[in-house]
């Protein structure tokens, strides 16, 4: 409670900026029903009746639209969010756009100076100070530098962080209001979701890191010399300003212009769908924006990727995941897909239910050929049916992949991206269950086993030393109580054959294995050596009839 009354004193004035925008744009229901009543109270402001006859989610829209940038991409994040809302709400957010009026060259010319250290004119060739795209945190222009090179000119707008961080903190009270107030939006994990956003606003405020994650993916992409990443010229690159090279190409959704290039669609659509699943499924870093704006065809059927400000992470385990997903849509897989989906469940879902669901679901793949987007639509609808919460860096995937497939239809409408990323599948499974991957599994296995070894004598004798201080009460029934002196005299026996083998496994093995005597081409030693490790192993796993 006394957070909540530093945070309203605070950032009272926003705070009143914001219910005066919600009321205007009929969104003040919505405050309501998340129960945000308290943030309205007081607010000096009127409906716009020009919104009587829009629904609620072109009247949220509008309301984001004009609370500005961090609302903007928080909207633009629960787009991606199909497992969380319905279609008709993320089709409308999917509508949000951060264009907007440009600012005047002269409220930005000053801060462009300081950052390149001298005028424009003075640093490159030639600079149009007209924008060729403005958004509501920074602005592009075109130039040349002097040693010839197209650029663009990325630049923020000024003195935006201030207003970013405040907004990020009142938010991030507010999801941990709803969360502790309301558990029908509880699971949602509306505290995780402000995390993303704050985590990806940062980044994006920082175009130092769009510089990073552009570099970092046209380095895990060089070995394709189809796929065209813009270069970056740190020399010139800041927080606040970033030159890239200019990649010249047709949109993809200009069919006309691709067919008079002499340009192949389904060899264009081909090659950009391989390098998106190379960014996810190999190098876990992906343009997670392939909007048609974002990607240009080139000569000779290359494909250039532009505007690296919203990118993807995926971790190994995650990449599991998505292999387990995928190899369930194309094989029909029920089991695998309820693998999947039973992590994301909780103590209130009903698992017979899931079950039966997923049973459902990859019946109906079967039915026909199979469409991408409409597969991973009908994915996260299950997901929102039965309340669970996708990880947002998977549903971020999700509507990455969506995005990229609609965008491979406009330019080859018979392509089927199943198709295009088998080879890519098959060589990714091949190297996480190949042989030499197999075998660093089980050395870290034994390194495991022989650390949980090295540990046990300690924690049982800390165990022991508690006991006898009394510091450890329990009140425990046993059942065949009469039995546990013998099972721990046998425990305790395997335990030290288990170090010994360990040890002899790690330290002493390897090193005969390179002495000793010759039979057969064979040292004698490390034969024997072999034989005990065995032995060991055999004597541990052997079945007891007291076990």
């Not at 602005?139 to 961080?165: S, W």
């Not at 022991?464 to 039995?483: D, P």
């Amino acid at each position: 409670m006394f957070d909540t009354a530093v945070i309203a004193a605070r950032y009272r004035k926003r705070i009143g900026e914001i219910a005066a925008i919600l009321i205007r744009y009929g969104a003040d229901d919505l405050a309501r029903r998340l129960g945000l009543s308290a943030l309205l109270k007081g607010a000096a402001s009127e409906r716009d009746n020009t919104t009587n006859d829009l629904t609620a989610p072109e009247r949220l829209r509008l309301t984001i639209e004009a609370l500005g940038p961090v609302f903007i991409k928080l909207g633009q994040i629960l787009s991606t969010r199909a497992d969380l809302l319905s279609p008709e709400w993320t089709e409308e957010l999917e509508k949000l756009q951060s264009h907007v009026t440009p600012a005047p060259w002269e409220e930005l010319k000053t801060q462009v100076e300081a950052d390149l250290g001298a005028a424009p004119a003075d640093v490159f060739a030639t600079f149009d100070p007209i924008p060729l795209a403005a958004g509501s945190i920074a602005q592009v222009y075109c130039a040349r530098l002097k040693t010839g090179e197209d650029v663009i000119v990325k630049v923020r707008r000024p003195n935006l962080r201030p207003q970013v961080e405040a907004d990020l903190k009142l938010l991030s009270h507010l999801a941990g209001l709803i969360e502790n107030e309301n558990p029908d939006v509880a699971r949602f994990r509306p505290k995780d979701i402000l995390r993303h956003l704050s985590e990806a606003m940062h980044e994006e405020l920082d175009l130092t890191a769009e510089g990073r994650n552009c570099e970092a993916i046209a380095e895990n992409l060089k070995d394709q010399p189809d796929i065209e990443i813009p270069p970056i010229y740190w020399d010139y690159s800041g927080e606040t300003l970033l030159v890239q090279g200019f990649v010249n190409g047709i949109t993809p959704t200009d069919a006309k212009a691709i067919s008079d290039a002499g340009l192949s669609g389904p060899t264009l659509a081909q090659r950009g769908a391989e390098a998106f699943l190379h960014m996810a499924l190999i190098d876990g870093l992906f343009h997670a924006d392939p909007h048609p704006g974002n990607l240009r065809a080139l000569p000779d059927n290359r494909v250039g990727f532009i505007d690296f400000g919203m990118v993807g992470r995926l971790g190994a385990n995650r990449r599991e995941q998505i292999l387990t997903l995928l190899s369930a849509m194309i094989s029909g897989n029920a089991d695998g897909l309820n693998t999947v989906l039973l992590d994301w469940s909780n103590d209130q879902t009903d698992l017979r239910a899931l079950e039966a669901a997923a049973e459902a679901y990859v019946v109906k793949l079967k039915t026909g050929p199979l469409q991408l987007a409409q597969a991973v639509t009908d994915f996260m609808t299950l997901a929102r049916t039965h309340e669970l919460v996708m990880p947002s860096d998977l549903a971020l995937l999700f509507k990455g992949l969506i995005t990229a497939d609609g965008v491979m239809h406009r330019l080859d409408p018979n392509f089927d991206i199943i198709k295009a990323s088998a080879p890519l599948v098959t060589q990714t499974l091949r190297q996480r269950f190949g042989l030499k991957a197999l075998n660093g599994q089980a050395q870290n296995a034994a390194f495991d086993l022989y650390g949980l070894a090295r540990e046990t004598p300690s924690a049982l004798r800390l165990l022991i030393h508690r006991l006898r201080q009394g510091k450890i009460h329990a009140a425990v029934e046993l059942q065949g109580i009469e039995h546990i002196g013998r099972h721990i005299e046998r425990a305790a026996t395997r335990l030290g054959v288990a170090i010994i083998a360990a040890a002899f496994a790690l330290g002493l093995a390897p090193s005969l294995l390179n002495t000793g005597p010759e039979l057969f081409g064979f040292r004698v030693t490390g034969l024997l050596a072999v034989m005990v490790i065995i032995g060991g192993l055999i004597w541990l796993l052997r079945p007891r009839k007291d076990d």
